[in-house]
């Protein structure tokens, strides 16, 4: 059974940073194409950013490049968002979310391409 586990979330100021981590169980985790998206109430799950297998691509939403960067350490089973220059407008919860290949292909940024997603952790920016 496969599990992802968000964590780091948090009430932060603008400006400041804060680091997401997910980390996945019950599968191999070099087997998973990983992303992370977020939501609001009332809109769609949005994508944020996304990894490949062994991290040889990355592809982020526009909102996301230059502020955030998407990691993985595939030893530790864990993808990492590291979001600096917070804005009120990424309040959000977050998800981590994952799907199986069986060979690299480009990141999806398409939500039912995913199929594991963690419970979500809340990410407040507010002043």
């Known amino acids: 059974q496969v599990q992802l586990v968000e964590s780091g979330g948090g009430l932060v100021q603008p400006g400041d940073s804060l680091r997401l981590s997910c980390t996945a169980s019950g599968y191999t985790f070099s087997s998973f194409q990983m992303g992370w998206f977020r939501q609001v109430p009332g809109k769609e799950r949005q994508f944020v950013a996304g990894i490949t297998r062994f991290a040889h691509k990355t592809g982020y939403d526009d909102s996301a490049k230059g502020r955030f960067t998407i990691s993985r350490d595939n030893a530790k089973s864990t993808v990492y968002l590291q979001m600096n220059s917070l804005k009120p407008e990424d309040t959000a919860v977050y998800y981590c979310?994952?799907?199986?290949?069986?060979?690299?292909?480009?990141?999806?940024?398409?939500?039912?391409?995913?199929?594991?997603w963690g419970q979500g952790t809340q990410v407040t920016v507010s002043s």
């Open positions: 979310a994952a799907y199986v290949v069986s060979r690299t292909s480009v990141v999806s940024a398409n939500p039912a391409s995913y199929t594991y």
